[in-house]
């Protein structure tokens, strides 16, 4: 086999995988279509209880933390903004409108240690359990930059109702 023929082999395989991932993500935004995710601004009155810089991971469906969704500007890892708000959570993905989770949309807080592409030292991660618009419950992924991922969960569940689990999930 020539040169050129090897290239030609490698270059129209590079070609054809890269048509395979174009078409896979399509057909993943086009079944995520319908999930929409709660744009808005923290409500006015609330008072900021921490801020937290951190890399935004991914968000899965509930329980599958290898199963990627493509919200709406939620699709992609990016560096974010979370501030904890005695009225919720807010998350500022870089180049996205805010996204604010009210206390009662939040169904849980925990850490892990795997999403995605993503695998960090045990509970390095922090696992935010919370419905969308449809009522879809689902686990959004963040890894805090300054602080421990235990610090940002506790956090996060010293909003939560006595009835939501918590850390301890």
């Known amino acids: 086999m020539t040169r050129e023929a090897a290239l030609a082999i490698i270059v129209g395989a590079t ?3 890269l048509g ?3 078409w896979a993500w399509w ?3 086009r079944r995520d279509s319908g999930l929409t995710a709660p744009v808005g601004e923290i409500p006015a009155g609330s008072s900021t209880l921490s801020a937290w810089p951190a ?7 509930h329980g599958e933390p290898l199963e990627r969704l493509a919200i709406r500007g939620l699709g992609f890892r990016s560096r974010s903004d979370v501030t904890v708000t005695d009225a919720g959570v807010a998350l500022d993905v870089t180049g996205r409108p805010r996204l604010f989770l009210s206390i009662d ?3 849980d807080v925990a850490q892990a240690t795997v999403a995605i592409d993503r695998v960090v030292e045990r509970d390095g991660l922090v696992r935010l359990a919370w419905r969308l618009d449809d009522g879809t419950v689902v686990d959004s992924y963040l890894r805090p930059q300054d602080a421990s991922a235990r610090a940002l969960a506790d956090a996060v569940a010293g909003i939560l109702p006595p009835t939501k689990t918590g850390t301890d999930a």
Do not use: K
């Open 15 to 17: 070609i054809v995988l």
């Open 20 to 22: 395979l991932l174009v």
């Open 27 to 29: 057909r993943r935004t």
């Open 55 to 61: 890399l935004y991971v991914a968000t899965t469906r």
């Open 105 to 107: 949309r939040i169904e």
